[in-house]
């Protein structure tokens, strides 16, 4: 089982409002809109998007890397821990 199935309902909610966000920015283009309006709503979404990234981040070492541990299995643990950390780099580098 992975992480999120605890939460799969609200990453489905929050994905689905990401993509209404996202069609409201193609409407503001398709109807000339400022573009620092604009601006702001891509910034929105991406913030949205790097919220479920933390999200999932947060349910992965919570779930993922404590399921390992209380097996035992210190091998799986660092190389749970080394996916979360190379994770955390790709959002910080975005």
Do not use: P, W
């Amino acid at each position: 089982m992975r992480g999120y199935e605890i939460n799969r309902d609200d990453y489905l909610k929050r994905l689905a409002r990401i993509e209404g966000q996202v069609r409201g920015l193609q409407r503001m283009i398709s109807e000339d809109k400022y573009c620092i309006d604009v601006l702001t709503q891509v910034n929105a979404v991406s913030a949205a998007l790097k919220g479920v990234a933390v999200g999932l981040l947060d349910e992965h070492v919570r779930h993922c890397v404590r399921e390992a541990t209380e097996a035992g299995d210190q091998r799986r643990v660092d190389e749970m821990v080394t996916e979360a950390t190379k994770a955390i780099e790709r959002l910080v580098r975005s």
